[in-house]
Every structure is written in structure tokens, then in C-alpha cells.
């Protein structure tokens, strides 16, 4: 069964920091690029970073410098380290991937962040 599970989510004041985990079922992560997404209320649903399987890593333009992409492939676990949080990164974030054509994503996590 293919699962991808966040957590580390929640609510932190600005400029705090949060670590989120994807824990993902073995047959989905090994060999795949994993991705974190996010999706703020009322907007569309937006890519935050991504990782290739050797470690290659490439973030959006809104959060360079401030989140980082990383993974443990003998955990399958995919992290996403958000620094200097803003309020404007208040969102859902989800984990994802694609194998074989076809997308999986995550429940999400709830980050929200206050002033």
C-alpha cells in the first residue's frame, strides 16, 4: 500500500522554526524525486521544493534561503526545514511524489504561523 504521512506541522510565532517529516511506504520512495507542496487558504495548491534520490535539491524563489529540502533514504523519510517563517507561509503542506505516471500525495500538515 502506498502511504505518505506527514507531520511537524503546527503553529509558531514569526520568524520561528519547524522541521516536517514525510514517512513514506518503502515501494514509493526508493528510486523517486520527492517534493513538498503547499497550499495557503483560498489559494492554489504551489510547489515549495523538491529532491532527486542523489540529493539534489531545488526550492522556490519565496522560500530560498529560509527552507531546506533534505532525505533519509534508509528511513524513507523526506524533511523540509523552515526557517525565519513568515506569515505569508501559513499553509498546508504536503508531501509528494510520482512513480509510473501516477501522482501521490500525503493528508498534509497544518503550519501556521502568527505574528
Known amino acids: 500500500q502506498v502511504q505518505l504521512v506527514e507531520s511537524g506541522g503546527g503553529l509558531v510565532q514569526v520568524g520561528g522554526s519547524l522541521r516536517l517529516s514525510c514517512a513514506a511506504s518503502g515501494s514509493i520512495f526508493s528510486g523517486n524525486v520527492m517534493g513538498w507542496y503547499r497550499q495557503a487558504p483560498g489559494k492554489q495548491r504551489e510547489l515549495v521544493a523538491t529532491?532527486?534520490?542523489?540529493?539534489?535539491?531545488n526550492v522556490v524563489d519565496s522560500v530560498k534561503g529560509r527552507f531546506t529540502i533534505s532525505r533519509d533514504n534508509a528511513k524513507n523519510t523526506v524533511y523540509l526545514q523552515m526557517n525565519n517563517l513568515k506569515p505569508e507561509d501559513t499553509a498546508v503542506y504536503y508531501c509528494?511524489?510520482?512513480?509510473?505516471?501516477?501522482?501521490?500525495w500525503g493528508k498534509g500538515t497544518l503550519v501556521t504561523v502568527t505574528a
Open positions: 529532491i532527486t534520490v542523489g540529493g539534489s535539491t
Open positions: 509528494a511524489t510520482r512513480q509510473a505516471g501516477v501522482n501521490y
